[in-house]
């Protein structure tokens, strides 16, 4: 093999390897989500892609692309309760239901609508 070959086939291996980096960071287990959203009863004012009582998953990861404080944000969102409006009253939004895990999990699931 000469030089030329082994350095493509290097890069060919690094390049695989950071494909595999980047799909592992953006893992998530879809089915755990829903049944995070089911378990919380969100959809009674979410959905994925139409607005409701509160605005459709699509919209909120629209808002947040490329943020990188992103999943924290909504980590915050979805673990404090905070106060939102809810036709004209102030409310405090519900927690979601379930671990740290479950709950960045469904984080990542929000943001990848
Ligand atoms: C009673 C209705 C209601 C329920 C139930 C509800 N939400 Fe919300 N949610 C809202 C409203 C209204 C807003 C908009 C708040 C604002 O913009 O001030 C909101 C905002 C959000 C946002 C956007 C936050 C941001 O930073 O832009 C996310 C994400 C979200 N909700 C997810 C969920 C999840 C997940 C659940 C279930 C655990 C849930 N919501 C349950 C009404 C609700």
């Known amino acids: 093999m000469n030089q030329v070959t082994l350095s493509t ?10 494909t595999c980096g980047a799909l592992a960071a953006q893992a998530q287990d879809v089915a755990a989500a829903e049944a995070t959203i ?3 009863k969100c959809s009674k004012c979410h959905s994925v892609d ?9 919209k ?3 808002k947040y692309k490329g943020k990188a404080d992103a999943e ?4 915050t ?3 404090t309760g905070p106060k939102i409006k809810v036709d004209g009253e ?3 939004h519900v927690k979601a239901k379930g671990d740290d895990a479950a709950i960045k999990n469904l984080a990542k699931y929000i943001l990848t609508r």
Not at 9 to 18: P, T
């Open 90 to 92: 102030e409310e405090t």
């Open 9 to 18: 086939l290097l890069r060919s291996l690094l390049a695989v390897g950071l």
């Open 77 to 79: 969102h979805l673990t």
């Open 38 to 40: 089911k378990d919380s």
């Open 60 to 62: 909120v990861a629209e």
């Open 50 to 58: 139409k607005e409701k009582t509160g605005p459709a998953y699509k």
């Open 72 to 75: 924290a944000k909504l980590y």
